[in-house]
């Protein structure tokens, strides 16, 4: 990361204030990182959001008061809005599934190594999201799981009729976004240039009218429940 810019401004969002306090020290630690302000619910949240203007929310899920999707929601409408980034246990937080939809580039678990963490905050402040294959499978997973039969169909059919206004490339390369691959894989899948893969991903948020590539993601497996 190019040090000589200003550094990635971060908002903590946690109602436990020793995981705020420790990842105030991780993030701080960091020449191109800061923490402006922290927060202990999603209403504390929006508030100082709109007063620090942050590149990054590191928002946690579950809170008194108005928990994380909320205020990410909420957040998400603003313009220009910043990066959120998810904070969770992933026990059984279905929620996280519900900020994915609304727009936030992704998620870590509490108990992600503090580089991972580091790493995540940089990739979302380039506005790109942090969901790995393995990640994906577990997101997945929650999202399949037991619904009633009108709800499943619904959104399947929804989600199908959204997809068929692409191409077969670009449906070809919703596919592999929804695999977890990156552009280079997605390149070397459907033997083209990474250039050209760009061209397909700026193509389907345009048609799909979404924000990132997990919202992407979810909406190829909703098609296929």
């Known amino acids: 990361m190019d040090t000589e810019r200003e550094p990635v401004r971060v908002v903590i969002v946690d109602d436990d204030q020793l995981v705020r306090m420790a990842l105030r020290l991780v993030i701080d630690g960091e020449p191109d990182l800061t923490v402006v302000a922290e927060a202990a619910d999603g209403d504390a949240a929006i508030t100082v959001v709109d007063e620090q203007r942050p590149d990054v929310v590191l928002m946690d899920v579950r809170m008194p008061r108005r928990d994380g999707l909320s205020a990410t929601r909420e957040l998400l409408t603003r313009p220009a809005p910043p990066g959120v980034l998810m904070l969770t246990t992933f026990d059984s937080d279905d929620l996280v599934l519900g900020s994915l939809r609304a727009g936030a580039l992704g998620f870590v678990l509490k108990d992600t190594p503090p580089a991972r963490i580091l790493d995540a905050v940089r990739t979302v402040a ?100």
Not at 157 to 175: F, V, Y
Not at 201 to 222: H, P, S
Request: glycine share 4%; hydrophobic share 40%.
């Open 126 to 225: 380039d506005g790109n999201p942090v969901l790995s294959p393995a990640a994906t499978a577990r997101v997945i997973a929650a999202a399949t799981g037991p619904q009633s039969s009108h709800t499943r169909n619904a959104s399947r059919e929804a989600a199908r009729k959204q997809l068929s206004t692409l191409t077969e490339r670009e449906r070809e390369t919703a596919r592999a976004i929804a695999d977890g691959l990156g552009n280079p894989e997605i390149a070397h899948r459907l033997r083209i240039s990474i250039a050209t893969v760009k061209a397909h991903v700026g193509n389907l948020f345009a048609k799909l009218a979404l924000e990132n590539r997990v919202q992407i993601a979810l909406l190829v497996r909703d098609a296929e429940e």
